[in-house]
């Protein structure tokens, strides 16, 4: 696949996905993950993917020291798992890009809070597994790999970004 093919591919695959877990690492080098809401309905994945949170969370804190980040993701018959660089940015013009009604539970103060970052990963690898189909289709599929003693047929990619 050439790199275009693979943003593509990772950005339909994301679209299925509205929560991450972010893993962070602590002071002494230990993962910390911390669910986080997708901004992709603003911003569609292209290589970066977007946040909103507190300079005051103790994950901006955590990534101000070490911006090494892992992104993971779940649904019922797909997973991504995503590596990349975070940067965290007060500049006004993407913290609007990403605003909506369902931020303020967050920052009552609204998009201007002196309190709120937007967190932009700058991705550099991703893997995927996918299952062929919908829901009916990966549980017939499970059955059948059952049956017939045959592994199940799931998409695997590695993917330097």
Do not use: C
Request: overall charge negative.
């Amino acid at each position: 696949m050439t790199d275009t093919d693979d943003i593509a591919t990772l950005a339909d695959l994301l679209d299925d996905f509205p929560i991450t877990m972010i893993v962070t690492l602590d002071d002494a080098g230990h993962p910390v993950s911390q669910p986080f809401a997708m901004q992709q309905q603003h911003h569609r994945f292209d290589g970066d993917l977007w946040f909103l949170l507190s300079a005051e969370s103790s994950t901006a804190t955590r990534i101000a020291k070490n911006p090494i980040v892992d992104l993971a993701f779940s649904a019922n018959s797909s997973w991504v798992s995503v590596t990349g660089n975070a940067e965290l940015t007060t500049e006004q013009s993407y913290i609007d890009e990403m605003w909506d009604p369902s931020v303020e539970a967050w920052f009552p103060g609204g998009r201007t809070d002196p309190s709120i970052r937007a967190l932009i990963v700058h991705t550099d690898s991703a893997e995927y597994w996918d299952t062929p189909g919908s829901t009916l289709a990966t549980v017939f599929s499970f059955v059948k790999s059952k049956v017939t003693g045959t592994p199940i047929d799931i998409d695997n990619e590695k993917i330097d970004l």
